[in-house]
């Protein structure tokens, strides 16, 4: 039985699907969502007089998304797609990471450590009034 050596190519392949494949699931995401919401609010009237701030935080938002597609919500669903378009580099990131680890780059483990650093410090404590 011979058994084949997984290479840094391989894990830069997958790494281009994981952007390519992400944006492509956010982009359908979205587009479905928008399907239902216009389908079920086509006739509503819009203003824009007022303009309601939510400063919730990240969890908050988060666990809203995930009722409200839940529930079927369009909007919800449309927040759900760009919630996966913005995961998608992060990820890569992680790949990335477990991509210099394996390569035994500590220079670059570093780098990516500090870069995945400066995300979860941006969004934990992200700007609020």
């Avoid at 011979?2 to 391989?10: A, G, I, L, Q, V």
């Avoid at 998304?65 to 919800?76: L, P, R, W």
């Avoid at 394996?102 to 400066?118: A, G, H, N, Q, R």
């Amino acid at each position: 039985m011979e058994t084949t050596k997984f290479t840094d190519k391989d894990l830069q392949s997958i790494i281009g699907n994981v952007l390519r494949y992400g944006v492509w699931t956010a982009l359908s995401v979205a587009g479905i969502g928008g399907i239902i919401l216009f389908s079920t609010h086509a006739n509503d009237e819009v203003h824009f007089t007022n303009f309601i701030e939510k400063d919730d935080n990240i969890l908050t938002v988060i666990k809203n998304i995930f009722a409200g597609v839940g529930q079927g919500n369009g909007e919800s669903i449309i927040f759900l797609g760009i919630l996966l378009l913005f995961l998608t580099p992060v990820l890569r990131i992680f790949l990335s990471l477990l991509s210099f680890f394996l390569e035994k780059d500590w220079l670059y483990v570093f780098i990516t450590l500090i870069v995945i650093s400066i995300i979860v410090f941006s969004v934990s404590f992200g700007y609020s009034h």
